[in-house]
């Protein structure tokens, strides 16, 4: 659950500015049919099997447009639903329920499909040491509810954002010269409280970050026969991290390489959403 003041300083901007999106000057549509305020309902029904994600937000989207709207359910996020099943109803100013519609869904939907793509990555992690991650391969303007939806799946959230931590990739390297240089910048110009991650595509790389001092070391792009030489080679001298090209079908061979962290970008770039709708709208 996103709490209250969470919500109101870092989610209604983006929630207004979605709806800014929708509603440029007028809902046409709704002032054709519903020219005067006057209260209402509808269902929220699920379209299909999943974990549901994101009903702060979607209750939020409405009562942003009517501070008296609410929804009322027995789910929470991180249930699971199936199709067909009736998850709650949401009550407010029928102008509000109309044209908050389609961006309340749209929320809904995504969160609720990535959450639900982590549940099953989840699953096949189950016994295994190592921890699922996501990355900042985000949708723009949604971060905050796709990493909120990797959490409700099970999932455990990288870097926010490039604030919010030291990874020093290819290109990194590339500018510092080396990954010995890259490490001993960071080092010197990082808070002593920062952890330097460093990625590596060879077991040169892996030699070199090891003796340089990199806190976590980033496998990326290896097959499973060399990332097992990695991770024998580093000893537990720092943590490990496996990315590129992870699939569902691969978790568990990643898992018993014994890699500490397995990040996987497809989490929130190519989860499908799950639909949901609103149906029965009515006055009361």
Known sequence: M?????????????????????????????????PENKDGRAD??????????????????FKILDENAHFETDF????????????????????????????????????????????????????YKTVLLDTRKTTPNMRPFEKHAVKVGGGTNHRYNLSDGVLLKD????????VTK??????????????????????????????????????DNMDNE?????VELIGGRAQTECSGNVTKERLKEIAEV??????????THSAPIMDVSLKNLCAL
């Open 182 to 219: 890259a490490i001993q910048m960071a080092k010197a110009y990082a808070p002593f409280v920062r952890k330097i991650e460093i990625e590596t595509e060879t077991l040169e790389q892996v030699h070199e970050a090891v003796d340089a001092g990199a806190d976590i070391i980033m496998l």
């Open 258 to 267: 014994g890699v500490d962290f397995v990040s996987c970008g497809a989490l």
């Open 76 to 127: 929470k996020d991180g249930d699971r639903v199936k199709k067909g099943e009736v998850i709650g109803v949401i009550y407010g100013d029928i102008k509000a329920l109309l044209s908050g519609e389609r961006t309340a869904l749209n929320y809904l939907q995504r969160m609720s499909g990535i959450a639900t793509m982590t549940r099953e990555y989840m699953d096949e992690l189950e016994g």
């Open 2 to 34: 996103i709490n209250g003041v969470t919500m109101k300083i870092n989610v209604d901007d983006y929630i207004i500015n979605t709806l800014k999106e929708d509603i440029t000057s007028e809902d046409v549509s709704t002032n054709a049919v519903m």
């Open 226 to 230: 060399t990332m097992k030489k990695a």
């Open 44 to 61: 929220l029904i699920c379209k299909g099997d999943g974990i549901i994600c994101g009903l702060d937000v979607f209750e939020r989207t």
């Open 171 to 178: 290109n990194h390297i590339g500018a510092a010269g080396s």
